[in-house]
């Protein structure tokens, strides 16, 4: 229960972290929810830890109008905590989904220490954002001492607890979407109960028009070795009428062609049969929210 | 925990076979090998540092081949101890003439389906601590693993052809 040695820097600067871990070898410690752990059971041993939690640049929650997305986006710094969105008012108000997605993660405690971009470059696939993140189409905004890149989503988790992020790179800020109005939204999550982690977990945005179902995302979270877009069940449901039939036909569709993970606490058949129930939820939520 | 599976990959059945038997393409695909040597017809020694996320884990193991039925199938016995935890493995791995679907081959679609199918076991903290998340790092690797061994079966087939 007690690490191992390690050099510990706390720098105060995103300049000062970006030469820090510009060799490669510092492990970057954001709120430690899943990093501490590991080391106290030696599970990691890094040598060096550098500690983010002193750079005020990257807690920044903002609006900004143009660039990433064509509605505007929210700028959400790597160091934002789980309460903090929340919690927020703009979050709440301008992508309500992620606020959700946020309040369902594991207890009040790691919602107060963890952070989004720790979350994200961890890559858990139980973790809770991604399926929101996969839902939003969202950018993860990356940075080294040499330059910055902006990826999608999809392509920034690569596997189970694998990102494209490279050992002199930090995760910067999420940037998601500012909801167009009329958006209905949910995250369904049947959690684990002991730790709090997604058996599996769906967040959906629907928009409707004129009786029809115009658009849908949905992103899933806990089933395979990676979050993903469940892009069946969207195209099925999109241009129905959104009935409950219509809902039940495509969320059956949300495990197919998946490979699916299996626990202790979950079979991989359980899992695709839970996967199809909490789609089944989170659409009827969303679309009863949609107007 | 079972796993199994099966992996396309754009190379001719004798040649995948081959492949999955050369020490140094096995060292070279498998991620994280640091060193792997001959110590007896069909068996290994292997030296391995898994990285996934944060944890570091410096195994040193051994891999046996059994039940040579070249080039159709062979028997994958794997063992291995560090200080995070200990693993053990056992699979058949069958490999069956396939159309390459996707990807670059010089072979044209002429491939070979890799099927696997084997239980491992894995102990120690690592087990205690990580069930949640075994079977998906494990596939993961084994992903990993025939990625690599296609990239390099495609460089080896392109330095047999091209000198």
Known sequence: MIPQNFEYSAPTSLKEALALIAKGDAKVLAGGMSLIPLMKLRLAAPEHVVDLSRIADLKSVHEDGKGEFPGGALHLGALATHFEIESSALVRSKCPLLAEVASNIGDVQVRNVGTIGGSTAHADPAADYPAGLMALEAKVHLTTAKGERTLPIDQFIVDALSTALKPNELVREIIVPVETRGTGFSYQKLAQPASGFAVVGVAARVRKSAGKVTFVRVGVTGLAGKAFRATRVEKLLEGTSGSAADIQKAAAQAAEGVDANTDLHASADYRRQMTKVFTARALTQALSRAD | ?163
């Open chain 2, 1 to 163: 925990m079972k796993v199994g599976g099966s992996y396309t990959l754009p190379l001719l059945r004798q040649r995948a076979h081959e492949l999955l038997q050369d020490p140094a393409i096995l060292a070279r695909c498998m991620p994280g090998c640091e060193d792997l040597k001959k110590i007896g017809p069909d068996e290994y020694e292997m030296q391995m540092k898994v990285v996934v996320s944060a944890v570091q884990g410096l195994f040193a193991g051994k891999v046996r081949i059994t039940d040579q039925k070249p080039p159709e199938s062979f028997r994958l016995i794997v063992e291995g101890s560090g200080k995070v935890g200990f693993m053990k493995g056992d699979g058949l791995l069958t490999l069956v003439p396939a159309t390459v679907t996707t990807g670059v081959s010089i072979l044209g679609s002429e491939g070979t389906e890799v099927r696997y199918e084997g239980d491992v076991q894995v102990g120690g903290t690592l087990a205690g601590v990580g069930q949640r998340l075994l079977d998906s790092t494990a596939k993961m690797i084994i992903r990993k693993f025939f990625e690599k061994l296609a990239e390099a079966g495609a460089e080896t087939e392109q330095a047999a052809i091209v000198p």
